[in-house]
Each structure stands twice: as structure tokens, then as C-alpha cells.
């Protein structure tokens, strides 16, 4: 390669340009910490939001409640109650990220470069 352009004529006349893989790995090495010193404060922020988010969805679920031989019938109800409303939610959250309609915080706040699937 180093040869290569060494000698082809078009590309021998001039010593000042950067050819070669060696100059490329660099270049795209560059380019690439570049671009993730510009993206990791927007996917940090969007994680510590979807971790809020999640917090306070465990907390709307509340706590394991007690298994006692008098509240069996009712803690069993709430689970149910409560595992069965989890997974509305999640059918409902996971039906509108495949048809691109979900609710992205990040993207209303700043244009993110990391986005939902979209439906074409």
C-alpha cells in the first residue's frame, strides 16, 4: 500500500498527503471518540431518566406485601391486580414503540441521535 501510493503517479507528486490504512484508523479513531464525546452526556441523561421513570412505576406498584395466613385472599388479589395492570402497561408501551407513537423525553428536550424504531 505504502508503495502504492509511493509510486502511482497521481498520488506520488504530492508528500503532504495522509494515504494509507495507518492515516484511516487514525482519522476514524478520531472521528469515532469525537462523536462519543458528544453523545454519552445525551445517553446519560436519557438513561437517568428512563431509570426515574422506572423508579416510579415500581413505586405506583408499591411494595411485596405480607403473606398472612388472614390477608392470603386479599395480598393474592393485589398481586393479581397489580401483575395484571404491569402487563397492560407493558403490552400498551410496547405496542406504541413498534408503531413509532411512543413517548420519547429525550427528543422533546434535545435532538437525540439515538431513536425508537419507526414505522415506515
Known amino acids: 500500500e505504502t508503495q502504492f501510493f509511493r509510486l502511482h503517479p497521481v498520488y506520488a507528486h504530492d508528500k503532504s498527503l495522509k494515504l494509507g490504512t495507518p492515516t484511516l484508523v487514525k482519522m476514524l479513531n478520531s472521528i469515532l471518540l469525537h462523536h462519543l464525546r458528544n453523545c454519552l452526556p445525551q445517553l446519560k441523561s436519557r438513561i437517568s431518566i428512563m431509570m426515574t421513570d422506572v423508579q ?60 425508537t424504531p419507526r414505522k415506515s
Open 56 to 115: 416510579s412505576e415500581l413505586d405506583a406498584l408499591g411494595g411485596p406485601t405480607t403473606d398472612d395466613s388472614d390477608n392470603n385472599n386479599i395480598s393474592r388479589t393485589h398481586l393479581n391486580t397489580s401483575l395484571l395492570t404491569l402487563l397492560s402497561k407493558f403490552t400498551a408501551n410496547f405496542a406504541s414503540t413498534l408503531d413509532g407513537s411512543h413517548y420519547n423525553h429525550s427528543s422533546q428536550k434535545n435532538n437525540s441521535t439515538i431513536t
